[in-house]
């Protein structure tokens, strides 16, 4: 009875204990549903945003080579050759004592009002820290300490080797940093976490200081002052963003020539020739190949050390894919994709253990590949949006076990939720894809009626999806996407005509007469702006109306198109706002910015509509 008893009352606790367990069992695989389904969205999110980037830097190199091959192949005296002919001047053709004469700096003076940092030289470790700190209270140094840092960095980089050899011992560690692009937060972070390099710490930055973020400059002095105090403790590896060609498209020579009007000519030129001095490679203790880009199938470390480091494509470039073999990357336009064969016998014929590159940014940071011999750091958090990633650096002993730090120098950053996180950057990948959208929108329309042969004006959405990749060949997984991008369907089918007006703009105040150049001038914004500041040889950002014809004369012949003198005089005329015979580069790139209608009415309180794009004409200073 007393036992029938106990049993009989301790069921009830039973049936509640399994409820209990019934409701968490349901509530983490809710959880883990919800942070698949983030995952997913977070993923897909970074295809855009990788796909878009490495578009734009296929284009670039297109645009490079297209020059190249004006150089090569028409006459000396050819209009064309001459207009870009400046930009292919080897450095070498200067003797030394010439280039002295560039870096010189005595002849300019420092103001006694100037409150920014004052540095003597030779360099020592208070001057660079004091260079930190006032870099981190955003005061600029005078053009004077620029230019004498400068020329005292060139003269060391010309006695440096290609490839720099570096060891470990038992009471140090050595750190290796990624990309930085700019972001002077995250160097500040790392420096913070990590400490300042001296002798007792010393580092590898792996490329790609520049181009992207506002603080390229600041990077590349606080890296110079630090290398010359410290020039066996701090080693600069090129990535390839060390190009002046390059950093007309993404920004570094926009920022320079804003911070210093006065000398910023002079600074960029002296640049570009310490940029073809930077080393390529670094081997530590004999095992660790550090290199910005990669290696191909042909890559001979005795070669890179006595190659001319000015002309270095492969190394730059090449990015590693999970297949055996070696092939052209064609994503990105220049060097190679290598495989694990390709990183064995690499790594196996120079006695190596493990290489170490950088170029592409990871969302954690850092990613082994190939069997973990391939480990690639990013140093630039928040690369593509607040949230979209984390930056990392590496420490390695003399066990040489790469140790991971990550982080995220965004403080907004981190008190954003996980979904908050991944939403914010999904609104902002989704509208740079539009944009993408909006400039092929008459693409779009011929792909879309090659599906549609009976002119019905609706497609599949499995057409939309392939009609899509066939155009934007971004590699995107359409269908995942056709929610965010679609806004209706009747039947599994979609108006395309109606989907294209969605895209359609507000005409901007400038009257153009020809919209097919207005559609060109969208789809090619960056190379336009690249051809534009090559012209601007004097760097004053303006250019002449018969400039201005020259841009779009070899804007056409690059992508093959005819477009009339009269054409291109009647967009020239609708763009001179003030009528002075003269086109203002950076105002006339910003009028024809591509503004997201719906991103602003939902910003305003207002309802969305869809991915509506305005073309709008904004006032404002030139920088």
Same mark, same amino acid.
């Not at 009002?113 to 005061?139: D, I, R, W």
């Not at 390059?246 to 020539?257: A, C, D, H, I, Q």
């Not at 990669?294 to 005795?302: E, K, R």
């Given at each position: 009875?007393?036992?029938?008893?106990?049993?009989?009352?301790?069921?009830?606790?039973? @049936?509640?204990?399994?409820?209990?367990?019934?409701?968490?069992?349901?509530?983490?695989?809710?959880?883990?549903?919800?942070?698949?389904?983030?995952?997913?969205?977070?993923?897909?999110?970074?295809?855009?945003?990788?796909?878009?980037?490495?578009?734009?830097?296929?284009?670039?190199?297109?645009?490079?080579?297209?020059?190249?091959?004006?150089?090569?192949?028409?006459?000396?005296?050819?209009?064309?050759?001459?207009?870009?002919?400046?930009?292919?001047?080897?450095?070498?053709?200067?003797?030394?004592?010439?280039?002295?004469?560039?870096?010189?700096?005595?002849?300019?003076?420092?103001?006694?009002?100037?409150?920014?940092?004052?540095?003597?030289?030779?360099?020592?470790?208070?001057?660079?820290?004091?260079?930190?700190?006032?870099?981190?209270?955003?005061?600029?140094?005078?053009?004077?300490?620029?230019?004498?840092?400068?020329?005292?960095?060139?003269?060391?980089?010309?006695?440096?080797?290609?490839?720099?050899?570096?060891?470990?011992?038992?009471?140090?560690?050595?750190?290796?940093?990624?990309?930085?692009?700019?972001?002077?937060?995250?160097?500040?972070?790392?420096?913070?976490?990590?400490?300042?390099?001296?002798?007792?710490?010393?580092?590898?930055?792996?490329?790609?200081?520049?181009?992207?973020?506002?603080?390229?400059?600041?990077?590349?002095?606080?890296?110079?002052?630090?290398?010359?105090?410290?020039?066996?403790?701090?080693?600069?590896?090129?990535?390839?963003?060390?190009?002046?060609?390059?950093?007309?498209?993404?920004?570094?020579?926009?920022?320079?020539?804003?911070?210093?009007?006065?000398?910023?000519?002079?600074?960029?030129?002296?640049?570009?020739?310490?940029?073809?001095?930077?080393?390529?490679?670094?081997?530590?203790?004999?095992?660790?190949?550090?290199?910005?880009?990669?290696?191909?199938?042909?890559?001979?470390?005795?070669?890179?050390?006595?190659?001319?480091?000015?002309?270095?494509?492969?190394?730059?470039?090449?990015?590693?894919?999970?297949?055996?073999?070696?092939?052209?990357?064609?994503?990105?336009?220049?060097?190679?994709?290598?495989?694990?064969?390709?990183?064995?016998?690499?790594?196996?014929?120079?006695?190596?253990?493990?290489?170490?590159?950088?170029?592409?940014?990871?969302?954690?940071?850092?990613?082994?590949?190939?069997?973990?011999?391939?480990?690639?750091?990013?140093?630039?958090?928040?690369?593509?949006?607040?949230?979209?990633?984390?930056?990392?650096?590496?420490?390695?002993?003399?066990?040489?076990?790469?140790?991971?730090?990550?982080?995220?120098?965004?403080?907004?950053?981190?008190?954003?939720?996980?979904?908050?996180?991944?939403?914010?950057?999904?609104?902002?990948?989704?509208?740079?894809?539009?944009?993408?959208?909006?400039?092929?929108?008459?693409?779009?329309?011929?792909?879309?009626?090659?599906?549609?042969?009976?002119?019905?004006?609706?497609?599949?959405?499995?057409?939309?999806?392939?009609?899509?990749?066939?155009?934007?060949?971004?590699?995107?997984?359409?269908?995942?996407?056709?929610?965010?991008?679609?806004?209706?369907?009747?039947?599994?089918?979609?108006?395309?005509?109606?989907?294209?007006?969605?895209?359609?703009?507000?005409?901007?105040?400038?009257?153009?007469?020809?919209?097919?150049?207005?559609?060109?001038?969208?789809? @090619?914004?960056?190379?336009?702006?690249?051809?534009?500041?090559?012209?601007?040889?004097?760097?004053?950002?303006?250019?002449?109306?018969?400039?201005?014809?020259?841009?779009?004369?070899?804007?056409?012949?690059?992508?093959?198109?005819?477009?009339?003198?009269?054409?291109?005089?009647?967009?020239?005329?609708?763009?001179?706002?003030?009528?002075?015979?003269?086109?203002?580069?950076?105002?006339?790139?910003?009028?024809?910015?591509?503004?997201?209608?719906?991103?602003?009415?939902?910003?305003?309180?207002?309802?969305?509509?869809?991915?509506?794009?305005?073309?709008?004409?904004?006032?404002?200073?030139?920088?």
């Amino acid at each position: 009875m007393v036992m029938g008893c106990g049993m009989a009352k301790s069921a009830p606790r039973v @049936n509640k204990f399994e409820r209990a367990m019934r409701a968490a069992l349901l509530i983490q695989r809710w959880y883990r549903q919800y942070v698949a389904r983030l995952e997913m969205r977070r993923r897909c999110t970074w295809n855009i945003f990788q796909s878009i980037e490495y578009a734009g830097e296929q284009d670039q190199i297109q645009l490079y080579n297209f020059f190249g091959y004006l150089m090569e192949h028409f006459t000396p005296a050819s209009s064309e050759r001459n207009l870009i002919s400046h930009i292919f001047r080897e450095n070498g053709i200067c003797r030394d004592i010439e280039w002295e004469r560039y870096f010189c700096y005595k002849s300019v003076d420092v103001p006694d009002v100037y409150p920014g940092p004052h540095l003597n030289f030779p360099m020592t470790f208070c001057e660079a820290s004091k260079l930190v700190e006032a870099f981190k209270h955003q005061q600029q140094l005078h053009s004077r300490y620029v230019l004498q840092l400068l020329g005292e960095t060139w003269r060391l980089l010309k006695i440096l080797p290609n490839v720099n050899h570096v060891s470990t011992c038992h009471t140090k560690e050595i750190t290796i940093c990624g990309d930085l692009h700019g972001q002077l937060e995250d160097l500040l972070l790392i420096f913070y976490k990590n400490g300042l390099p001296s002798s007792e710490k010393p580092y590898v930055f792996n490329g790609d200081f520049v181009d992207r973020g506002k603080n390229s400059l600041e990077i590349l002095l606080i890296l110079f002052a630090f290398l010359l105090v410290y020039p066996n403790g701090v080693h600069l590896n090129r990535g390839n963003h060390e190009d002046h060609i390059v950093n007309l498209r993404y920004g570094f020579t926009k920022e320079v020539l804003g911070k210093y009007r006065a000398h910023g000519k002079r600074i960029l030129k002296l640049l570009q020739k310490i940029f073809s001095w930077l080393p390529l490679a670094a081997v530590i203790d004999h095992k660790v190949l550090v290199v910005h880009g990669g290696i191909s199938d042909t890559t001979d470390l005795n070669i890179i050390a006595g190659v001319d480091r000015h002309k270095i494509v492969d190394i730059l470039w090449s990015d590693p894919m999970a297949q055996d073999g070696c092939m052209p990357n064609e994503v990105r336009g220049g060097g190679c994709y290598w495989g694990p064969d390709v990183t064995q016998d690499v790594l196996a014929r120079h006695n190596l253990e493990l290489l170490i590159r950088s170029h592409e940014c990871k969302q954690d940071g850092y990613e082994f590949c190939h069997n973990r011999k391939v480990l690639t750091i990013f140093s630039a958090s928040n690369y593509y949006e607040v949230g979209s990633n984390r930056g990392a650096y590496i420490r390695m002993g003399p066990d040489l076990v790469p140790h991971f730090i990550q982080y995220q120098s965004s403080r907004t950053c981190r008190e954003l939720t996980l979904r908050q996180s991944v939403g914010r950057t999904e609104r902002s990948a989704l509208c740079a894809l539009r944009e993408q959208l909006f400039v092929h929108k008459s693409d779009l329309i011929c792909a879309f009626q090659q599906y549609d042969p009976k002119n019905t004006g609706v497609i599949s959405l499995k057409h939309w999806a392939s009609a899509m990749e066939e155009v934007l060949k971004l590699g995107l997984p359409w269908r995942v996407l056709r929610s965010q991008l679609v806004s209706s369907t009747k039947h599994g089918l979609m108006d395309y005509q109606d989907w294209i007006r969605e895209l359609s703009i507000n005409e901007p105040k400038a009257e153009l007469s020809n919209a097919s150049i207005l559609e060109t001038m969208y789809k @090619n914004h960056s190379n336009l702006e690249t051809i534009f500041r090559i012209i601007d040889t004097d760097h004053s950002g303006l250019i002449s109306f018969e400039e201005f014809r020259q841009t779009w004369k070899l804007l056409s012949s690059h992508l093959q198109t005819e477009i009339s003198d009269e054409a291109i005089a009647d967009l020239a005329l609708s763009m001179d706002f003030n009528k002075d015979g003269s086109i203002d580069i950076n105002e006339f790139m910003e009028a024809f910015r591509l503004v997201d209608l719906s991103a602003h009415a939902q910003e305003g309180g207002g309802g969305g509509g869809g991915p509506r794009l305005a073309c709008c004409v904004e006032g404002g200073t030139s920088t």
